[in-house]
């Protein structure tokens, strides 16, 4: 499963550090992530917790600037090996965004969009992922009288849910979630971390989140990360370092640094 053995593990990401072009956006973080399990990120704007999460199933390699150090281990396998597809990353290793992404397409078409792309032809088969993957994704009883209806036509809630159900369709083993309630009323918020909490079973999440109540909700473990600066003042060069890494409870009731203790408290700047 990763590169010491451990299958407690889903991931393991080592020294990864990242740049966009010169600029250095994430430094030196190592972190496991643990199999079956929901891991927050936390921390202030700009302190690299989505540039991470992106690295994971490598959505920056779709940034031309982007450059990335380190290595990260998912089946024992450095998915930044020279001989890994990225598209293969991405599909075991599912995405799904802060604003709802639904194509202009019909509900069954945007679920079955991503079978179809990996040769799935049959519609019995097809008809049984759909289903199945909107029963996952909480969304089955709301439209499957009403499945030629237009993603677009759709909740705000509905549609994350919709996306969450598409990347469920193509069987990821892990779902990355960057801030998927941030553009979302109260009561689709909650549907969506009730849903977090029914997907854990089978499925290994990270979510990045800028509510540390979301956090201390959902999340089994959080990472806690934050901003450098450069000691030349002239420079006003920022970029991101994990400072603290522990189960959720451990880092809302016990921070072991002062850095963590700051934040949570409100007491960060």
């Known amino acids: 499963m990763s590169a010491n053995g451990s299958s407690a593990y889903a991931i393991e990401i080592k020294n990864l550090t990242v740049y966009y072009g010169s600029k250095l956006a994430v430094e030196g973080v190592s972190m496991p992530i643990y199999s079956r399990k929901i891991t927050a990120f936390i921390g202030p704007s700009g302190c690299g917790k989505s540039t991470v999460l992106r690295s994971i199933n490598r959505m920056n390699d779709l940034i031309p600037s982007a450059r990335v150090e380190g290595e990260i281990y998912y089946r024992g396998q450095n998915l930044y090996g020279q001989q890994v597809d990225p598209v293969e990353v991405r599909r075991r290793i599912g995405m799904v965004f802060q604003k709802p992404n639904p194509f202009p397409k019909s509900i069954y078409e945007n679920v079955a969009y991503g079978p179809r792309l990996l040769g799935v032809r049959k519609k019995s ?17 709301e439209v499957k009288t009403d499945l030629k209806k237009s993603g677009l036509a759709l909740s705000g809630g509905q549609q994350q849910r919709l996306c969450i159900a598409r990347a469920l369709a193509v069987e990821p083993e892990v779902i990355l979630m960057d801030e998927p309630a941030s553009a979302l009323d109260p009561i689709s918020t909650h549907s969506i971390e009730e849903l977090m909490k029914s997907l854990v079973r089978n499925y290994t999440i990270i979510i990045v989140t800028h509510n540390m109540q979301q956090a201390q909700r959902v999340s089994d473990y959080t990472a806690f990360f934050s901003i450098r600066k450069s000691e030349d003042t002239y420079a006003e060069k920022r970029w991101g370092v994990l400072v603290e890494y522990d189960t959720t409870e451990a880092i809302f009731q016990r921070p072991k640094m002062q850095e963590t203790e700051d934040y949570i408290g409100g007491r960060f700047g």
Do not use: F, G, N, P
């Open 125 to 141: 088969q097809l008809d049984d992922i759909v289903e199945t993957s909107l029963k996952q994704a909480a969304l089955w009883d």
